[in-house]
């Protein structure tokens, strides 16, 4: 038996009337559950009886409920893998995933089929594409999304490592999924709820954060991982609604964003009983690589302009190629927990010391007490006029100029700040603050050249800041 069927049957052991999963529509005890992905795992065994082990695959397509987890749990158990896709993504698009990653069937809310499966020309999927566990995609510097493939080994190294890791510092008995299934934050939550046992809460749509904080109340929710830009729209949420609160959160838990101090601060009266950590990992490293507790002792070291990345999780391999003088350089990750590839493009993993690495894009280093600190991008170093620069570290640079959040991008060679206001300050207002700043500290080559203001940042599904709006 696989190690992961095992981690999966092992959490649906025990006493038959504890509540095991909420969604926003019913609680279902250990049995109501067990018997739900048992309905699947039948179903997957008696379709996948003819295929071969590589091909037992199922491209998950359901509304946003205790199916979809307990259709998860049961690929696990049939040892097949899983694709998780949206309901609201573009049916040809959708149609695009199936065909690269060369799913066998589909299950929707009406059927369960089997699809072509017929691979685009490109796909890069070969024999060493076995005995996956998922498969996300995830957008890739080209803007063309990359089909990222976890093998089961991988999934498990990242339970071993979490288990190994938060052993005694996870203390929550329920937690509530935030990101998107098709978001592999989402596999965090699922994985510290499999090595903890703890109750899954899910709401219908991740952007409705009204639902979730009242499902997080109802069932005093232990435990939340969202995004830094989720995580302030919640704490906006807080001041309007009366009677809201989240002193029962035990462990809060942040990445896919820089952290910074003042949201930490924020966090900690949100929460003010929650350990706070930073988490850290690329999608091709299965969801985290590295961690960061978030200590007390920490707000006394003044330069630091946001949280690190912390440490290594266990038999994760770290090297930073780093250029003097101020050792800064690219972040590479090694170990058990590595992608097995992409399905649509070249693997760009890295041979160094005889080790494979795989190249984040990450600028960081490594400080005298081993900490690792995240600097931006290397493709935030873009050129502006000719002159190189780093978006994050002028976004830094803003911090306490107006009562809001500025973040910066480069359009037609210029510098455009969108800006999140906290109070009712004329936006012009606003605009004089971040233009005399700009002017008595910043290069002429650093400065917005237009300022836009809004109330609320533009989300994508994933949680993170859209552009596109």
């Known amino acids: 038996m696989s190690r992961l069927r095992e981690l999966v049957q092992s959490y649906l052991k ?15 005890t250990r049995a109501e559950f067990y018997k739900k992905v048992f309905q699947y795992v039948n179903l997957f065994n008696q379709s996948w009886a003819s295929v071969p082990s590589s091909s037992k695959s199922v491209a998950i397509l359901l509304e946003r409920n205790a199916d ?5 749990f049961a690929t696990w158990i049939s040892g097949g893998f899983y694709l998780p896709l949206h309901t609201n993504t573009p049916i040809s698009l959708n149609q695009k995933y199936i065909d690269l990653s060369g799913i066998s069937f589909l299950l929707t809310n009406d059927s369960f089929k089997k699809v072509s499966g017929k691979k685009n020309e ?18 890739g510097s080209t803007g063309e999304k990359k089909g ?8 498990v190294a990242y339970a071993d490592a979490i288990k190994s890791q938060f052993s005694r510092k996870f203390t929550a008995r329920s937690l509530i999924i935030n990101g998107e299934l098709t978001f592999d934050i989402s596999i965090a939550d699922l994985i510290f709820a499999l090595i903890f046992r703890a109750e899954i809460c899910i709401t219908e749509e991740s952007k409705n954060l009204l639902s979730l904080c009242a499902l997080a109340q109802q069932r005093n929710v232990e435990a939340i991982y969202a995004v830094p830009s989720t995580w302030e729209k919640i704490i906006e949420l807080e001041k309007k609604i009366e009677d809201f609160s989240f002193s029962c959160v035990r462990n809060v838990f942040s990445g896919g964003e820089a952290l910074s101090i003042s949201l930490v601060r924020q966090l900690k009266e949100l929460c003010p009983f929650a350990t706070i950590f930073n988490m850290y990992g690329p999608t091709e490293f299965t969801v985290n690589a590295t961690y960061f507790e978030v200590t007390d002792e920490l707000f006394s070291d003044t330069d630091l302009a946001s949280i690190p990345l912390g440490y290594p999780l266990p038999n994760v391999k770290v090297n930073i190629v780093a250029n003097p003088p101020d050792n800064t350089g690219e972040l590479y990750l090694s170990g058990p927990q590595m992608m097995t590839g992409y399905v649509n493009a070249k ?13 984040t894009g990450d600028l960081c280093f490594k400080d005298k007490t081993g900490l690792i ?10 050129k502006v006029s000719g002159y190189r620069v780093n978006l994050l570290s002028i976004e830094r640079q803003f911090e306490g100029v107006i009562d809001g959040t500025i973040k910066l991008r480069i359009s037609d060679g210029k510098i455009i700040c969108l800006v999140r206001q906290n109070d009712n300050e004329a936006e012009h207002k606003i605009c004089e603050k971040i233009n005399q700043f700009a002017v008595s500290f910043l290069e002429p080559y650093e400065r917005p050249s237009k300022i836009y203001c809004v109330r609320e940042f533009p989300l994508n599904s994933s949680g993170k800041l859209d552009w596109r709006e």
């Open 68 to 72: 979809y987890l307990a259709a998860i």
């Open 148 to 155: 990222v493939a976890i093998s089961k080994n991988s999934l």
């Open 14 to 28: 025990g006493s038959d009337s504890d509540v095991l999963v909420t969604d926003q529509s019913a609680t279902f």
């Open 122 to 139: 490109a796909s890069y999927i070969n024999s060493e594409f076995n005995n996956l566990a998922y498969i996300i995609f995830t957008s």
């Open 347 to 359: 693997t760009p993993f890295v041979v160094k010391d005889g080790l494979s690495y795989y190249p």
């Open 373 to 382: 600190h995240y600097i931006g991008r290397i493709r935030d170093y873009d």
